[in-house]
C-alpha cells in the first residue's frame, strides 16, 4: 500500500520561511517523479514543483527563485523549502509520487498539508 504523509506546514509571517517533507512508502521511491501541488480556497489544483528520478527541476513561475525542491532517495522523502513567502502562498500543500508500471502511469497522493502565510 502506497502512502505519502506530509509534515511541515503551519502559519508564517510574509517573507517567512518552511521547509514541507513528504515521507514515502510502498513504492519505489527511487524511480519515481515526485512533486508538490497546491490548492489555495475556490481555485484549481496547481504544480509547483516536480522532479525526476534523475534530479532534474521543474517549478511554476510564480515560485521560481523562491522555492526548492529535492529528494533523499535513501529516505525516500522529498523536500520543498519555501522561502520569502508570500500571503498568495496560501494552500494546502500535496505531494504526488507517480510511477511506471508498464505502460501506465500511476499516481498516488498525500493527504495535504496546510499553509498560511500572513501579511
Known amino acids: 500500500q502506497v502512502q505519502l504523509v506530509e509534515s511541515g506546514g503551519g502559519l508564517v509571517q510574509a517573507g517567512g520561511s518552511l521547509r514541507l517533507s513528504c515521507a514515502a512508502s510502498?513504492?519505489?521511491?527511487?524511480?519515481?517523479?515526485m512533486a508538490w501541488y497546491r490548492q489555495a480556497p475556490g481555485k484549481q489544483r496547481e504544480l509547483v514543483a516536480g522532479i525526476l528520478s534523475g534530479g532534474y527541476t521543474n517549478y511554476a513561475d510564480s515560485v521560481k527563485g523562491r522555492f526548492t525542491i529535492s529528494r533523499d532517495n535513501a529516505k525516500n522523502t522529498v523536500y520543498l523549502q519555501m522561502n520569502s513567502l508570500k500571503p498568495e502562498d496560501t494552500a494546502v500543500y500535496s505531494c504526488?509520487?507517480?510511477?511506471?508500471?508498464?505502460?501506465?502511469?500511476?499516481?498516488?497522493w498525500g493527504q495535504g498539508t496546510q499553509v498560511t502565510v500572513s501579511s
Open positions: 504526488a509520487a507517480t510511477t511506471q508500471l508498464g505502460f501506465r502511469n500511476l499516481q498516488y
Open positions: 510502498g513504492v519505489t521511491f527511487s524511480s519515481s517523479t
